[in-house]
Every structure is written in structure tokens, then in C-alpha cells.
């Protein structure tokens, strides 16, 4: 039997949980994903719930799976990490799921136990919380999202029997997932700071809780949500005695084997790319990163929605831009997190709602290619048909905002909504290949405008580093080069970088010493990400003189659209009161 030691990641993402088997150099052994449900209300297009019962079926499943895929001891796995979607998971003190659907089932024992992030019932709670001006908000963007976990616990709270309140406990998913794991309570920097209102340096604010109306969290010293000042681990840390025997069992692994503190999946995502190595015109860059240099690359992690993260070593406050959140991931250092809300929900939304999907769907059938590809190839007929130089100048008179979901950065505004400028009647293929690059294009604009606000107000990013569904589109990648003017680095595997992350949170709680000083962990870590981080590619910005400018007038008219968007919402609040 091979003496090799290998590393598991988890990740749990919004619609399936993934299990990668890693060695010490970072490449995957064996892999292995499963669905999982999320339950909507056919009536409230908010809801979106699901069931740590489910999910962790579904994890237990993909590791038993990369486990008979290598054939490997399960002494031979030395570490395991999480990560997960910033989600609600709410259970009593003995770890029972506690359903969060309305109705008269919320609060009593049952399945439906997290309020997943992407949903939004409440809207009324964050208003509430962002009305206070609590000094909490400013570690925030300013403005709270009603996507955090607060917000959802105050919803659950006004809604819910007090005595079957007082007995819930609340959790981040990623922390809940450790916890399962472990039967350790303790919770994770990552996700009490950035998602719990844990205020860096000074911990919970009792009066900030107090005054929204969870008073009883104070009183109850916050062991409904973590615990005291200081109890809290940072990327990696080992949590507990490692897993449980029940835990065990249940994943075909070893009691004991050491687990991870969690991330946020998208931090995982940061993890797993940002100390990538590149490869430019098939040559590999001279330059080995240094922990100094994460400050100026920005980690896209672009799935169903896109998050955007850069770390820095001093705390930068930037409007509508989530953090400085102290302590995500490596200690003394600061992250901020930008998002959009949809977009690679977005792209789907444009095509499958296109009266022309059906035969879109056909033609990819009949080619064997994917509808993407046939999209694409349709741009470019259409292009060469036009005598155009580029897709921009294709559809220059056609603009998108994209906010159908709300605006999570920099705008921080939920109320945000989507539109088309420059309509015709057409209802054809041609019509749906330009909504698509015009998707597309919304999205490369929003992701400058969080960007320019980033770097207008401290930070320094000079490149982009992908992860997630979004990077294997080859279109979007060239659009945010040319777009944001800066080089675009892609993962060695598009899906596998988060997960790669969990799985190196997996080998550092193996290697860390528990008297390890923070620079000594810090350099540990970031060793860790550089030796396990496969190779990824470089897009370099390639705008023509023409394409720059028909880019730069199509920002200027994002950005005029929000202002414009602004005003109309004023104006018809004026007129119906």
C-alpha cells in the first residue's frame, strides 16, 4: 500500500456537492459529484431553501465514491476541508435540522433547514438593519445585504414561536458543515465575519443586536451563533479532535482524521486560484507569486452568481463593496468581496426564456455541438454578414443592465432590476445570439464598474484569476480582459478550483503545529496554495483602438443606465404616495 498522503476537499455548491481527492502537489486523484435539491415556493419567487440531511447524503456519497475510484486506504487520508455556499443552516443544541419554510411547520424539527443565500424573503429585516446606521454596516459596503445571515435569523425570529426560537442554533453552512464533521461548535473567521456581522478587532456589538430586535442572541452570550471574542478559527485551523466517530462512518473515513476550519465557497475559489503560476503564449511565467502579490490579482469565482475577492494587508473601505473583513483567510490581513447576484443564472435566463431556444436547442442536436458554441457561431456569421470588425460593433445599439436579481455591489441595491435598450421585433435566432453577447457584455461591464470602485478607493488589482462554470467560456473571458483592461487568468480545471481550495484547507489542518506564531502559519498556507495550484492560462487584453472606444461608450451607458434607473424609481415612489 502506497505511504502517499492525500487530502480531501468538499465543496458545497448551490445545486450539487463535489468531492476531490488530492495529493500533496495538487493533482486530483479522483473526483466525484451529486446532486442536491433546493425547494422553491411556487407561489413567492423568493424562497429558496434546502436540507443539510440532503446535502450531507450527497457529500458522504461523493467521498465513498473517490475513495472506491483510488482504491486507497482510508488511512492514507490525511485531511479534509470544507467549503460551501453562504447559507443558513439552522438546527437545535443537539444538531437536529429546524425547518425554515413558512408556515405552520417553521421552527418545529424537519427537513427543509437552510435558507440558501440566494433567497430573498428578508427584504423588510435588512431594511430595518441598514436603517440603524450601526457602525457594524461599515465593515459591509455600508449597506447590509439581505443575503447575510442576519437579515434571514431576524426573519426567522419575527416569524417564529419565541420558545422554539430560543432553542435554535444558526450557522453558516460551511461552519455547519465542520460541525457536522466534528461535533465541534466552533466557528470559522470567514464565516462569522463575513457573514455574521463578527466585527474585526471588537467582535459582536451588543448594542447593534440589540437594536434590531435580537436582543436575546446578547443574552444568551451569541451561543445561538458561534461565541465569545476570540473563539474563532481562521482558514484551516484543525476544528475539534477532527471527525467523529458517527462522521466516520459515514464518509468511510478514519475518526480522527484532522478537519479543516471552513471557507465560503467563493474564499475557497480566492484559495485555490490566486497562487496559480501562468502560462502566456505556451510558456510558462518566471515569476513564483509571494503572498505580497495577492493584493493586486482579484479572484472572480463565477458560477450561478460571481464573486469578486482581493485581499490587502491593511483594512480598505470601499461603498457597497462587502468587507474589510479581518482575518478571511490568512491572518492580519484584510479581504473585500464584491458580487453580482445572477450571472451565470443570467446567461441561462436570456437563452432559455428565448422564443428561438427551442431551435436553438435543435441546431445544437443536429450540429453536436454545445448551444453555446452554435451561439457563438452565429455571432460570428452575423458579424462577417454585417462587414463589422468585432461582436461589440454587432450590437452596438443594444444595451443590457443586468441586475434581474438585484444589485449586490457596488450599488448594493436588491431593488435593482433588469433591462433592454434598443428592442425589435425580431424573435429569431439572429435576435437571441445578440441578447446573448449583450448578456455577456453586461456582465464584463459590471465587473469593471466593482473594480474601478475597488481601486478608486485603495486597492490595486492588475489581474483577474478565475474560477468556477463561467471560466470555460472563452467569449466572457476575452470580453472582461478587453473590458476591465487587464489580464484574465484561467484555472487548469474551471470547476475544480474551489474544491482544490477546500482540499488544501484539508492539508494545512494536517501540517499546522498548534504553537505556529500567525507569520509562520501565514507563510505555511501560502506555500500550500503555491505548491498545490496547477498552471493556469492567461487572456490577455486584446482590444482593437475601435473596440476600446465602442467598449468605453458601452460603459458609459451602464453606468448612465443606473442613474437613469434611480431616478424613474424615485419619481414613481413621488407619484404613488
Same mark, same amino acid.
Given at each position: 500500500?502506497?505511504?502517499?498522503?492525500?487530502?480531501?476537499?468538499?465543496?458545497?455548491?448551490?445545486?450539487?456537492?463535489?468531492?476531490?481527492?488530492?495529493?500533496?502537489?495538487?493533482? =486530483?486523484?479522483?473526483?466525484?459529484?451529486? /446532486?442536491?435539491?433546493?425547494?422553491?415556493?411556487?407561489?413567492?419567487?423568493?424562497?429558496?431553501?434546502?436540507?443539510?440531511?440532503?446535502?450531507?447524503?450527497?457529500?458522504?456519497?461523493?467521498?465513498?465514491?473517490?475513495?472506491?475510484?483510488?482504491?486507497?486506504?482510508? *488511512?492514507?487520508?490525511?485531511?479534509?476541508?470544507?467549503?460551501?455556499?453562504?447559507?443558513?443552516?439552522?438546527?437545535?443544541? !443537539?444538531?437536529?435540522?429546524?425547518?425554515?419554510?413558512?408556515?405552520?411547520?417553521?421552527?418545529?424539527?424537519?427537513?427543509?433547514?437552510? =435558507?440558501?443565500?440566494? /433567497?430573498? $424573503?428578508?427584504?423588510?429585516?435588512?431594511?430595518?438593519?441598514?436603517?440603524?446606521?450601526?457602525?457594524?454596516?461599515?465593515?459591509?459596503?455600508?449597506?447590509? &445585504?439581505?443575503?447575510?445571515?442576519?437579515?434571514?435569523?431576524?426573519?426567522?425570529?419575527?416569524?417564529?414561536?419565541?420558545?422554539?426560537?430560543?432553542?435554535?442554533?444558526?450557522?453558516?453552512?460551511?461552519?455547519?458543515?465542520?460541525?457536522?464533521?466534528?461535533?465541534?461548535?466552533?466557528?470559522?473567521?470567514?464565516?462569522?465575519?463575513?457573514?455574521? &456581522?463578527?466585527?474585526? &478587532?471588537?467582535?459582536?456589538?451588543?448594542?447593534?443586536?440589540?437594536?434590531?430586535?435580537?436582543?436575546?442572541?446578547?443574552?444568551?452570550?451569541?451561543? !445561538?451563533?458561534?461565541?465569545? +471574542?476570540?473563539?474563532?478559527?481562521?482558514?484551516?485551523?484543525?476544528?475539534?479532535?477532527?471527525?467523529? +466517530?458517527?462522521?466516520?462512518?459515514?464518509?468511510?473515513?478514519?475518526?480522527?482524521?484532522?478537519?479543516?476550519?471552513?471557507?465560503?465557497?467563493?474564499?475557497?475559489?480566492?484559495?485555490?486560484?490566486?497562487?496559480?503560476?501562468?502560462?502566456?503564449?505556451?510558456?510558462?511565467?518566471?515569476?513564483?507569486?509571494?503572498?505580497?502579490?495577492?493584493?493586486?490579482?482579484?479572484?472572480?469565482?463565477?458560477?450561478?452568481?460571481?464573486?469578486?475577492?482581493?485581499?490587502?494587508?491593511?483594512?480598505?473601505f470601499v461603498p457597497g463593496v462587502w468587507?474589510?473583513?479581518?482575518?478571511?483567510?490568512?491572518?492580519?490581513?484584510?479581504?473585500?468581496?464584491?458580487?453580482?447576484?445572477?450571472?451565470?443564472?443570467?446567461?441561462?435566463?436570456?437563452?432559455?426564456?428565448?422564443?428561438?431556444?427551442?431551435?436553438?436547442?435543435?441546431?445544437?442536436?443536429?450540429?453536436? +455541438?454545445?448551444?453555446?458554441?452554435?451561439? !457563438?457561431?452565429?455571432?460570428?456569421?452575423?458579424?462577417?454578414?454585417?462587414?463589422?470588425?468585432?461582436?461589440?460593433?454587432?450590437?452596438?445599439?443594444?444595451?443590457?443592465?443586468?441586475?434581474?436579481?438585484?444589485?449586490?455591489s457596488p450599488i448594493a441595491d436588491p $431593488?435593482?432590476?433588469?433591462?433592454?435598450?434598443?428592442? !425589435?421585433?425580431?424573435?429569431?435566432?439572429?435576435?437571441?445570439?445578440?441578447?446573448?453577447?449583450?448578456?455577456?457584455?453586461?456582465?464584463?461591464?459590471?465587473? $469593471?464598474?466593482?473594480?474601478?470602485?475597488?481601486?478608486?478607493?485603495?486597492?490595486?488589482?492588475?489581474?483577474?484569476?478565475? *474560477?468556477?462554470?463561467?471560466?470555460?467560456?472563452?467569449?466572457?473571458?476575452?470580453?472582461?480582459?478587453?473590458?476591465?483592461?487587464?489580464?484574465?487568468?484561467?484555472?487548469?480545471?474551471?470547476?475544480?478550483?474551489?474544491?482544490?481550495?477546500?482540499?488544501?484547507?484539508?492539508?494545512?489542518?494536517?501540517?499546522?503545529?498548534?504553537?505556529?506564531?500567525?507569520?509562520?502559519?501565514?507563510?505555511?498556507?501560502?506555500?500550500?496554495? =503555491?505548491?498545490?495550484?496547477?498552471?493556469? *492560462?492567461?487572456?490577455?487584453?486584446?482590444? *482593437?483602438?475601435?473596440?476600446?472606444?465602442?467598449?468605453?461608450?458601452?460603459?458609459?451607458?451602464?453606468?448612465?443606465?443606473?442613474?437613469?434607473?434611480?431616478?424613474?424609481?424615485?419619481?414613481?415612489?413621488?407619484?404613488?404616495?
Amino acid at each position: 500500500m502506497s505511504s502517499e498522503s492525500y487530502y480531501i476537499g468538499i465543496d458545497v455548491g448551490t445545486g450539487s456537492a463535489r468531492a476531490s481527492l488530492v495529493k500533496r502537489d495538487g493533482s =486530483v486523484v479522483a473526483s466525484s459529484t451529486h /446532486d442536491t435539491i433546493t425547494y422553491r415556493d411556487p407561489n413567492d419567487h423568493r424562497i429558496f431553501e434546502q436540507s443539510t440531511n440532503n446535502i450531507w447524503s450527497s457529500i458522504s456519497a461523493a467521498v465513498k465514491d473517490c475513495l472506491a475510484q483510488s482504491r486507497i486506504s482510508p *488511512s492514507a487520508v490525511k485531511g479534509l476541508g470544507f467549503d460551501a455556499t453562504c447559507s443558513l443552516a439552522v438546527s437545535d443544541f !443537539q444538531g437536529n435540522p429546524v425547518t425554515v419554510t413558512k408556515g405552520a411547520q417553521l421552527g418545529q424539527h424537519g427537513d427543509r433547514n437552510i =435558507v440558501l443565500w440566494a /433567497d430573498h $424573503r428578508a427584504e423588510k429585516e435588512a431594511d430595518l438593519i441598514n436603517s440603524t446606521k450601526s457602525p457594524v454596516l461599515d465593515y459591509v459596503g455600508g449597506t447590509m &445585504s439581505l443575503e447575510m445571515e442576519i437579515p434571514k435569523i431576524l426573519w426567522l425570529k419575527n416569524n417564529m414561536d419565541p420558545s422554539l426560537f430560543s432553542r435554535c442554533q444558526f450557522f453558516d453552512l460551511p461552519d455547519f458543515l465542520t460541525y457536522r464533521a466534528t461535533s465541534d461548535i466552533t466557528r470559522s473567521c470567514c464565516s462569522l465575519t463575513c457573514k455574521c &456581522s463578527y466585527v474585526p &478587532s471588537s467582535g459582536w456589538n451588543a448594542e447593534f443586536f440589540e437594536s434590531i430586535g435580537l436582543g436575546e442572541l446578547v443574552k444568551g452570550e451569541y451561543r !445561538q451563533i458561534g461565541a465569545g +471574542k476570540g473563539d474563532l478559527l481562521t482558514a484551516g485551523r484543525p476544528v475539534g479532535e477532527g471527525l467523529s +466517530k458517527t462522521a466516520a462512518a459515514e464518509l468511510g473515513l478514519e475518526e480522527g482524521t484532522p478537519v479543516g476550519s471552513g471557507l465560503i465557497d467563493a474564499y475557497a475559489g480566492w484559495l485555490g486560484t490566486v497562487a496559480a503560476r501562468y502560462k502566456e503564449d505556451g510558456k510558462l511565467s518566471d515569476v513564483v507569486p509571494s503572498l505580497e502579490e495577492s493584493q493586486h490579482r482579484l479572484a472572480a469565482v463565477a458560477g450561478t452568481s460571481t464573486c469578486h475577492l482581493v485581499q490587502s494587508p491593511k483594512g480598505v473601505f470601499v461603498p457597497g463593496v462587502w468587507g474589510p473583513y479581518k482575518d478571511a483567510v490568512f491572518q492580519g490581513w484584510w479581504m473585500n468581496e464584491g458580487g453580482q447576484s445572477s450571472t451565470g443564472q443570467l446567461i441561462d435566463f436570456i437563452v432559455t426564456t428565448h422564443p428561438a431556444y427551442p431551435q436553438l436547442v435543435e441546431l445544437g442536436k443536429e450540429q453536436q +455541438k454545445n448551444i453555446h458554441v452554435v451561439l !457563438q457561431e452565429i455571432l460570428e456569421k452575423l458579424r462577417t454578414d454585417y462587414k463589422v470588425e468585432t461582436l461589440t460593433e454587432l450590437t452596438k445599439d443594444l444595451h443590457m443592465y443586468p441586475d434581474l436579481h438585484g444589485n449586490r455591489s457596488p450599488i448594493a441595491d436588491p $431593488r435593482m432590476r433588469g433591462s433592454f435598450v434598443g428592442l !425589435q421585433l425580431d424573435s429569431g435566432l439572429h435576435d437571441l445570439a445578440r441578447k446573448y453577447n449583450v448578456t455577456l457584455e453586461a456582465i464584463a461591464l459590471q465587473t $469593471r464598474h466593482i473594480v474601478d470602485e475597488m481601486n478608486a478607493r485603495g486597492h490595486q488589482i492588475t489581474s483577474i484569476y478565475m *474560477s468556477g462554470g463561467q471560466a470555460k467560456n472563452l467569449a466572457l473571458m476575452r470580453l472582461l480582459a478587453n473590458t476591465c483592461r487587464m489580464p484574465v487568468v484561467l484555472p487548469y480545471e474551471h470547476s475544480g478550483a474551489v474544491v482544490l481550495g477546500a482540499a488544501m484547507l484539508g492539508r494545512f489542518a494536517a501540517d499546522v503545529r498548534e504553537s505556529v506564531s500567525g507569520t509562520e502559519q501565514n507563510d505555511l498556507l501560502w506555500n500550500i496554495m =503555491v505548491e498545490m495550484t496547477p498552471v493556469g *492560462s492567461l487572456v490577455a487584453p486584446s482590444a *482593437s483602438a475601435k473596440e476600446r472606444r465602442l467598449l468605453e461608450a458601452k460603459y458609459k451607458i451602464f453606468r448612465e443606465t443606473i442613474e437613469i434607473q434611480k431616478r424613474w424609481r424615485k419619481e414613481m415612489d413621488e407619484a404613488s404616495n
